[in-house]
Nanobody, 121 residues
Framework: QVTLVESGGGLVQPGGPLRLSCAAP????????MGWYRQAPGNQRDLVAA???????TYSESARDRFTISRDNAKNTLYMQMTSLKSDDTAVYYC???????????????WGKGTLVIVSS
């Protein structure tokens, strides 16, 4: 079982910054990729930013140039620095731990409970 704990959400004014953190298990293997998703009320859960299996990063169109995903392997923590926040960024943000198996049908996803971000004046 994988336990992920997000933190850092809250109320922020439009244009402001916020940094999300996700405490992950120690000893993450190279077959794991992690990322951030978000879900606004009435919407599906969508990718915001993630590391790729090749070690790069990928961002949604709305997050590109405003959000930055990073990680501190020594602290087993995933981060996402968000800047220039807009009301459309209001959502519950979830940390994702995607474990890749040799056969993709055995891939598994684990999720944290989420942290709420509200962008409002």
């Amino acid at each position: 079982q994988v336990t992920l704990v997000e933190s850092g959400g809250g109320l922020v004014q439009p244009g402001g910054p916020l940094r999300l953190s996700c405490a992950a298990p120690a000893g993450i293997s190279s077959r794991v990729v992690m990322g951030w998703y978000r879900q606004a009320p009435g919407n599906q859960r969508d990718l915001v930013a993630a590391f790729t299996s090749g070690g790069g990063t990928t961002y949604s169109e709305s997050a590109r140039d405003r959000f930055t995903i990073s990680r501190d392997n020594a602290k087993n923590t995933l981060y996402m620095q968000m800047t220039s926040l807009k009301s459309d960024d209001t959502a519950v943000y979830y940390c994702n731990y995607h474990s890749r198996a040799l056969d993709p049908k055995y891939d598994r996803d684990y999720w944290g409970k989420g942290t709420l971000v509200i962008v409002s004046s």
